[in-house]
């Protein structure tokens, strides 16, 4: 197996020759990149490296195996079959997969810590409920000071006033539906991983609508 192979060696070209004797001296995985490096100050250029590898992949002296879109290769053992290369070649296969499916696992991960901290900076669902029932509470006392002003003469209360009502109205008004957001964004969060329905979740944790309060539309 030697002789064979010290006379495939003289009757290569000298770039593959050169290729070749590198990867069998060196006997581990490389890229073309990698060869190219360790070859240049021989004069071989990136081109003539791949050209040489190819050649010998399809000669059977280097056999080639993809490491996610790179391409690595290797030399054939002497003493190897094309059996021992094709069960190489399935567990190469199987280790990218389970390399792959680690990676989905990470990203997963990283991606439920992020959805824990977002959780984590905003109100507990009992903290929620009392902010959003007492700007409920708000809203109502304002608008009904608002309407009743608003059917009072025109000269017990002067432009000025109206305008503060106003403002302070819209102020709050503006609280309440960013609050009222961020309780709907929790609760939605809740429901991803909640078996039951919106409307039996409410009624478990004692949700209050707008709509089941008679609360007007802002």
Same mark, same amino acid.
């Given at each position: 197996?030697?002789?064979?192979?010290?006379?495939?060696?003289?009757?290569?070209? &000298?770039?593959?020759?050169?290729?070749?004797?590198? %990867?069998?001296?060196?006997?581990?995985?490389?890229? &073309?990149?990698?060869?190219?490096?360790?070859?240049?100050?021989?004069?071989?250029?990136? #081109? $003539?490296?791949?050209? $040489? +590898?190819?050649?010998?992949?399809?000669?059977?002296?280097?056999?080639?195996?993809?490491?996610?879109?790179?391409?690595?290769?290797?030399?054939?053992?002497?003493? #190897?079959?094309?059996?021992?290369?094709?069960?190489?070649? +399935?567990?190469?296969?199987?280790?990218?997969?389970?390399?792959?499916?680690?990676?989905?696992?990470?990203?997963?991960?990283?991606?439920?810590?992020?959805?824990?901290?977002? +959780?984590?900076?905003?109100?507990?669902?009992?903290?929620?409920?009392?902010?959003?029932?007492?700007? @409920?509470? !708000?809203?109502? @006392?304002?608008?009904?000071?608002?309407?009743? %002003?608003?059917?009072?003469?025109?000269?017990?209360?002067?432009?000025?006033?109206?305008?503060?009502?106003?403002?302070?109205?819209?102020?709050?008004?503006? @609280?309440?539906?960013?609050?009222?957001? %961020?309780?709907?964004? !929790? +609760?939605?969060?809740?429901?991803?991983?909640?078996?039951?329905?919106?409307? $039996?979740?409410?009624?478990?944790?004692? !949700?209050?609508?707008?709509? &089941?309060?008679? %609360?007007?539309?802002?």
């Amino acid at each position: 197996m030697r002789s064979s192979e010290n006379t495939y060696r003289t009757n290569m070209g &000298s770039d593959k020759k050169n290729v070749y004797d590198f %990867m069998a001296t060196a006997n581990r995985p490389f890229s &073309s990149n990698d060869v190219f490096s360790n070859l240049q100050r021989q004069g071989i250029g990136k #081109s $003539a490296v791949e050209k $040489a +590898l190819d050649q010998l992949v399809k000669e059977d002296k280097i056999f080639m195996k993809l490491n996610g879109k790179q391409k690595i290769y290797c030399v054939v053992q002497p003493d #190897s079959t094309a059996e021992d290369q094709k069960e190489i070649q +399935l567990i190469d296969e199987e280790l990218a997969k389970t390399t792959e499916a680690l990676r989905e696992v990470e990203r997963k991960y990283k991606q439920s810590e992020i959805e824990v901290k977002t +959780l984590q900076g905003t109100y507990s669902t009992e903290e929620a409920k009392r902010k959003v029932s007492e700007m @409920e509470k !708000i809203v109502s @006392e304002l608008k009904s000071k608002l309407d009743k %002003m608003s059917k009072t003469s025109g000269n017990v209360v002067s432009s000025k006033d109206k305008e503060k009502v106003k403002k302070e109205y819209e102020t709050v008004t503006k @609280e309440y539906r960013k609050r009222k957001r %961020m309780c709907t964004d !929790i +609760l939605d969060s809740i429901l991803e991983n909640c078996p039951k329905p919106k409307k $039996a979740l409410f009624e478990e944790i004692g !949700i209050e609508t707008d709509e &089941s309060v008679g %609360m007007p539309k802002l």
